[in-house]
Structure formats: C-alpha cells, structure tokens
C-alpha cells in the first residue's frame, strides 16, 4: 500500500554523524576568540581566565573559614588552627561573607571583560557564515530547504553563545575546583578519602557521557524533525497563494502535523532517557557522599578530626557536587553545541562552486559583444541541456531567444551571469572568457529582468535603489519614469516608502515587474538580459514596457528571451532554441517566410491573441447591456 507520504531526499546539514570532529570545531572557535591581530582582545582573554582562577581559589577558601568559625563555637579548636587576622568567631564569619562576596565580584568582573570577546567571535562568525552563503552556488541554494538552512544557523549561533558561556565559565573552573579539592582532601585529610572522591567523580563522569552519547541519537532526531517542521512551515506560508489556489490548507497542516508527530515521539524519547541520567547521576553522587561522611563521623568520633572539620568535608563534598550535577547538564548541551556548531562550520568549509581563478582579473566592456563557442552544459550528468551552442551577439545589438518550454532559454542567461560553469566551450564578452574574470566586474556590467521578480520586504524606494545603493532620490524617481511606475507609487498613499510584503506580494506581478525594471535602469549596466521581463504585463502595460526597455537598451548589448513574440519584432537577431540546440536564426520576417517551427509558434500566438481579444470584446459587450437595462 502507498505511503500518502511522498519520499523526499533530504539534505539535511544535521543529519550527517560521520562527519563529527569535536577538536576540529573548538579548534576553529578559538581562531574567533583569539584572532590575529587583536591584542586588546586577547589581553581581555588572559584577564578573564585569572579572574576566574582567583575566583575559585577563594571560593575553595570560604569553607575553611566556616569550619574555623564553627570550631571555636563549639571549643573544638585544635592547637594548630589557622586563624585569619582575629581569633574571634565575629570576624571569622565576616571574613566568611567577604570570601563569598569577593568570589562573586571576581566572577563578574571575568564575564564583563570577557563579554567583547564572545560578541566579537559570535558577529565575525554570523558574518563569514552570511558572506560564504553567498558565495556558494545557485545549484547550493537550490537544493537546500531556506527554512532548515536558517534554523542550522539559529542552532549553531545559540550553540556558541552558550559554549562560551559555560565551556569556559563552568567545565574548565569545576574540574580546577575539582583538582583543587581533591588535593586538599588527600594532605588534609588522607589518601582514602582522596581515592573514594576520585572513585565517585570518575563514575560520575562516566556514566554521564555513557548515557549522553547513547541518547544523543534522540536529540539529533529531534532537531531533523524540528528542522523538518520548521522548514515545511515557512516554505508553505511563503507559497500561501499556490496553496490557496488548490485548497490545500487541511493537506499544509496534515504534513506540518506529521512532522510535530515525529518531534513529538522523538522529544518523549529524550525525555525518558534524560531521567534515567538524572536518576543514575542522583545515585552515585549520593553514593559518595554518604561514604565519604561516615567516614568523617568516625573520625570525629575517635578523636581524629574535630566537628569543624566534618563541617568541611561536607562544604567541601557539596562544593564539588553542586557544580559537578550541573555539569551533567552542562555536558549533554555542550555536546548538542558542538554538533550544531559543526554543521554550520562545515557549511563554511564547503567550497564554492563557481570560483575567480587565481589570474583573474575585472572584466573591461569595450562595446559589449557576447560569443557563445561550443557550449555544452548539464545540470545533471544523464541530461544534457545545451548542446554545442554557438552565436554571437554583436555589441549594442539586440538578440531574442525563444523556443518552448524547457529548451534551455533561461540556462542561457544563467551561464553568462555566472551561476553556473560550462561543461565544455566557453563563453566571451568582448574577447575574455568569463570564467577567467572577477564575477563581481562580470555580474557589474549585466542587468537582469527576471521572469520571476523577487522584491524584499522592504520599501518600493529600498527595492528600486537596490540597483544603486546610493543613488539620489531624482535617480530613483527617473528610473521609476522609465520604468512607467512612478505615478502609480505616488498614487499610493505611503508613495516610495510602501512596504512592499514579502517577497513583494502585495504588489501584482506586472507592479513587481516594473520595479524590477527601474532597478535594473538604475544600475546602468552594459548588457541587458530580460528573461520574459514582460510576462507579467497586460498589452497596454506591456507597449509602454516595451518602449522603455527599447530606449533603454539603445548602445547597450541586449539578450531577451522572449515568451511573446510580438515584443521582439525588431531585435536584430532571433534564436529559435529546441533541445538545447539553435535549430531556426534571422530576423522576424526572415524566420516568418521560412515558415519552420518560428513561424508554427508565431501562428499559435496569433490566434491565442484573437481568442483573448474576442473574449475583451464579449466581456465589454455584456457589461453594457447590463447598464442599459431597465
């Protein structure tokens, strides 16, 4: 029987266990928190780590001074007892209070100097981690789930904070204190007392990393179906109209629900597994502290220690145990940190796709000509999508590309824009293969009009001016002109400053469209790629678009890739693609009287055109009769 769940191929960052090298990841932080370069903020690391070490020598101290206080209170004092400044109990104990205060301060005093620290280490890796996605292939961004991909980062960027936090500020100060203590009990108090604390702490030790690495599988189950869940999530609300469109609401939540399911029975899992680590970590640390106590009893009962001394191996048991049970804690999520950490250091280990050779240099635009030589390209290696292509597009021309759908029309513009390398033959612009310039100089001098207009949930006027950051506002409201939108922002009442939703959905299509070309007048560019950039648009839109981008692309190398035939009557060349192979070329009359597949898809919009206007016509028709009945 069919799952009516679909089989998805996930690529899910936290999936892949094999790839776990702890030392690897802290080794890549402290590069972060020791950066080159920086000596203030190193001397902020070496201040930190003192104040933490006077901190704990003096909080290890403080029981010292109760046990003091409680010996003279009983008058138990030995002989040989250590007294600090006064030998009065009033200033044993205020000693006392002063010891806690100071260890406090000194705790504090280390996280306000070290907190420059972990802010610098968490922005710069936020920023390389934003920096490299960009770098990394549109093929990359493709393949991978937007919402699971942001939720590795949000995992690994808390993953570092509470790493910083509690690495360095809780687990290296405990095993001090631990070393600390443990040497006290073995001079002060003898060698068994000494073993059976080393013996308990081992255990503890043991059974906690034990029982975590065994549960760890449920925790990695957890964020798979987190990451699941909240990717399905987003990816239908971003979709919200196609999912309207096929009333499809009670399907989104079936699947979002299946993925709760999942976290769900993954997180009772964790749960049960959790108790029975806290239940086991109760058992030993009671375990020792009883034995450890009985015997200190008998050694106050025969005379060997006195009543304060007992007191103090208590404070002492409970100084290490307190923080050691914490460190079971500490532990397990110290260990998710790294996991996650992991992920997101490994997304900066991945190498780009597309890479400037190392003699690469800016691309220089004399007069724009664009030479396709041989090209072969494939996404997948069992499918070829372009084969052998050759043209040239002559500088300041214009060349249409068409042909159906899935020929390879947007390819064509994908490749010379970069986001993908040729499999064979290459690709110039003015005599210099683009895979041998800066793709920042190559991707400066191409405007795109994309057929699908992405807007960010910004204003129109951020939107517009992304073409040129810092283009004065008479630049952005001209290209508006241009663009045949500007009356219709200043109709608006926010005018440049309109939210425009996200990714623009509370523009229509032919509005996007037109922003999507002011920006792209806005950036000035010396070749022009319009991929079906008036798609969108009804044909009265469409004519004044259509006398906008003819004016715009005057002296410039232009490339359309047309789905309406009519808006490329008078470009200087037409390439009919099919298969990914030029198979028809010429002007609009030429390719008309040879009467081949150009003049069969001509034909077909021509009467789809007649069909659409008789429909207007009609519509017209009935709207009058309807004003003019009684």
């Known amino acids: 029987m069919a799952s009516d769940e679909p089989q998805e191929k996930e690529k899910e960052l936290e999936d892949n266990e094999n790839a776990e090298n702890h030392f690897e990841t ?25 104040f933490l070490v006077m901190a704990k020598v003096l909080g ?28 009065v109990p009033v200033g044993l104990i205020i000693g006392y209070g002063t010891a806690r205060v100071l260890t406090q301060a000194f705790g504090e005093i280390r996280d306000a100097i070290f907190v420059k620290v972990g802010q610098n280490a968490l922005r ?41 936090r509690f690495m360095l500020f809780n687990i290296i100060p405990t095993i001090l204190e631990i070393a600390i203590i443990s040497s006290i009990f073995w001079i002060k108090f003898g060698f068994m007392y000494a073993l059976i604390t080393f013996i308990c ?37 971003i979709n919200f109209e196609t999912v309207k469109y096929f009333t499809s609401e009670h399907h989104e939540a079936k699947r979002y629900d299946r993925s709760l399911k999942n976290y769900a029975e993954a997180a009772v899992r964790s749960q049960l597994s959790l108790t029975l680590l806290n239940v086991g970590q ?102 070829n999508i372009l084969k052998n292509l050759s043209f040239t597009v002559k500088g300041g021309t214009k060349t249409a590309i068409v042909g159906s759908s899935g020929a390879g029309k947007s390819t064509i513009s994908r490749i010379l824009f970069r986001f993908y390398d040729i499999s064979a033959g290459s690709v110039k612009i003015d005599g210099q293969d683009i895979r ?10 191409i405007g ?3 057929q699908d207009t992405v807007l960010f949930n910004d204003s129109i006027k951020y939107n517009i001016s992304y073409g040129k950051h810092d283009a004065t506002d008479s630049e952005i409201y001209e290209a508006a002109k241009l663009a045949k939108i500007h009356d219709f922002i200043m109709n608006l009442p926010d005018g440049y400053e309109t939210e425009v939703g996200e990714r623009g959905l509370k523009l229509s299509g032919g509005e996007k469209q037109r922003v999507a070309i002011a920006r792209t007048i806005l950036k000035n560019p010396s070749i022009l790629l319009l991929d079906e950039a008036t798609s969108a648009l009804d044909s009265h839109t ?57 003049y069969q898809m001509w034909q077909k919009q021509q009467q789809l055109d007649e069909v659409q206007q008789k429909l207007i016509e009609l519509e017209k028709n009935d709207e009058n009769a309807c004003i003019t009945e009684p």
Request: hydrophobic share 45%; aromatic share 8%; glycine share 6%.
């Open 201 to 237: 702490l081992s255990s503890y030790i043991y059974f906690t990393i034990s029982v975590t690495e065994w549960r760890l599988k449920y925790r990695r189950e957890m964020n798979k179906q987190d990451t699941r869940a909240n990717g399905r999530a987003i990816d239908s609300l």
């Open 542 to 598: 469409e004519r004044d678009i259509q006398e906008s981008l003819e004016r715009i692309s005057e002296q410039r190398t232009a490339i359309i890739i047309a789905h309406r035939l009519s808006t490329i009557i008078n470009v200087h060349e037409i390439l009919v693609l099919d298969n990914g192979e030029i198979v028809e070329r010429g002007n609009h009359k030429k390719l008309i009287e040879e009467k081949g597949l150009y």
């Open 436 to 445: 041998h310039v800066k793709q920042h100089s190559l991707r400066r001098e």
């Open 26 to 50: 802290v080794k890549e932080l402290w590069r972060y928190l020791w950066p080159e370069g920086r000596t203030d903020l190193k001397i902020r690391v070496v201040l930190a780590m003192s």
């Open 60 to 87: 290890v101290y403080v029981p010292f001074l109760f046990a003091d206080a409680v010996d003279i209170l009983t008058g138990n004092e030995k002989p040989d007892a250590t007294m600090i400044a006064v030998s």
């Open 124 to 164: 710069n890796i936020a920023l390389n981690t934003f920096r490299h996605l960009h770098l990394l292939s549109l093929r990359f961004h493709l393949e991978r789930r937007t919402g699971g991909l942001s939720r590795v980062i949000e995992r690994a960027t808390r993953g570092i904070d509470f790493l910083l």
């Open 282 to 383: 109760g058992f030993i640390i009671s375990g020792g502290l009883v034995a450890v106590l009985l015997m200190g009893a008998k050694g106050v009962a025969d005379g060997q220690f006195t009543i304060g001394e007992f007191v103090l191996i208590n404070s002492l048991l409970i100084q290490i145990y307190i923080p050691l049970n914490f460190l079971g804690f500490v532990y397990r999520e110290i260990k998710q940190a790294l996991v996650d950490m992991e992920k997101m250091f490994m997304l900066i280990a991945k190498n780009p796709e597309i890479k400037d050779s190392a003699d690469a240099e800016d691309l220089k635009v004399a007069n724009g000509t664009i030479e396709f030589d041989n090209v072969c390209f494939h996404y997948n290696d069992d499918r």
């Open 448 to 450: 795109v009009v994309p």
